[in-house]
């Protein structure tokens, strides 16, 4: 494999690590309209959440559209820190959706900020 994928131990499910960074243990933030960065140190590797919020895009292709587009941003550019092991949330703030080329600067802008 190329190493571009987002393989399923890349993805947070657990609820514990998730409970944890939304608490505000260990956790830095970022921002860049339109995306919030949450991250924090984790010991299984890379591992990132996206979330869009129902109450913005009340359709579904709406926010899986744009989860779709940080995803992708995120797969294009995690080389960015990959000698780096943390626990990353995405979480869309604006109410209006944006071009995909905007959003892929945006999460390698983050990404950048968080390897200083």
Avoid at 59 to 79: L, M, S
Wanted: charged share 30%; hydrophobic share 40%.
């Amino acid at each position: 494999m190329s190493g571009l994928g987002l393989r399923k131990c890349e993805r947070l499910c657990s609820f514990h690590t998730i409970e944890k960074m939304f608490n505000r243990e260990g956790t830095a933030s970022l921002f860049s309209y339109p995306v919030r960065m949450l991250y924090m140190s984790c010991e299984d590797g890379n591992m990132v959440l996206i979330s869009v919020p129902k109450r913005l895009f009340k359709h579904a292709v709406d926010r899986n559209r744009i989860k779709r587009q940080v995803r992708e941003a995120y797969r294009h550019n995690k080389a960015i820190i990959e000698h780096q092991s943390l626990a990353m949330a995405f979480i869309w703030t604006a109410d209006k959706m944006v071009e995909t080329h905007v959003v892929d600067s945006v999460i390698k802008g983050l990404l950048k900020e968080i390897e200083k």
